[in-house]
């Protein structure tokens, strides 16, 4: 197989999961950082639970999803810039994607996929890093100098 091709897939698969990751962070804080914060949420469960008890969601509880939110915001950011630099054949960004990418989809998998909770879009993000990591991994250790592909 083109290692040269693998790669370029590679990429492309790093770049859709890094791009994804990033508005959906975008998209989440903003929907935390309204005015009707408590309003905006109610599709998520707990948030659910909350409001249908008639009770305010905790402001910890509110935090917490901020913090999510910025997470899955920086880790696309750091990913969807990697895949640029993957395309370039910078060995270095092949590892940065694959252990920022790679532990934040590990943590989704056990805590989220394993336990149920997993929604579809997120659940094939997750074949795609792990796509992606096995093909840049393989050429990365196979390759004696990337830039000659």
Do not use: R
């Amino acid at each position: 197989m083109n290692k040269n091709l693998l790669l370029k897939i590679s990429t492309v698969l790093w770049g859709i999961w890094g791009v994804f990751h990033l508005l959906i962070g975008v998209l989440m804080v903003a929907t935390f950082s309204g005015s009707d914060s408590e309003g905006n949420l109610k599709a998520i469960p707990v948030v659910l639970d909350f409001v249908m008890n008639g009770m305010s969601m905790p402001f910890p509880i509110l935090a917490s999803l901020k913090q999510h939110a910025f997470n899955l915001g920086w880790i696309g950011a750091v990913v969807t810039i990697g895949s640029y630099y993957i395309w370039k054949k910078k060995p270095n960004t092949i590892i940065l994607c694959a252990i920022v990418g790679g532990f934040a989809d590990l943590g989704y998998f056990i805590f989220v996929d394993l336990a149920g909770y997993a929604q579809p879009p997120a659940t094939q993000m997750t074949w795609i890093s792990a796509s992606a990591i096995i093909l840049s991994l393989y050429v990365y250790f196979t390759t004696d100098k990337l830039s000659t592909l």
